[in-house]
């Protein structure tokens, strides 16, 4: 993940704005699993990357979907 979110953040992007991020799972079953652990780790490989404390994300948007063929996770960040 913070691999990823370096290849794509702006060069000009600041670490101490507030930002929403929205987060689409896409589950391989429907076996029971915890979506708030998936949010937390994806917060904690961003930091340093989008920004220095996960307080600075005041809006959060978690949709969990089933894609048996292409299970993922996509994540929006939007600085406000």
Do not use: T
């Amino acid at each position: 993940v913070k691999a990823v979110g370096l290849a794509n953040v702006p060069r000009d992007w600041p670490l101490d704005a507030k930002y929403s991020v929205v987060l689409a799972i896409y589950w391989p079953d429907l076996r029971r699993r915890d979506a708030s652990n998936v949010l937390k780790s994806i917060e904690d490989a961003l930091h340093g990357v989008f920004w220095n404390d996960d307080c600075q994300i005041v809006e959060i948007h978690v949709v969990c979907s089933l894609d048996r063929d292409q299970p993922r996770v996509e994540c929006e960040v939007v600085r406000l």
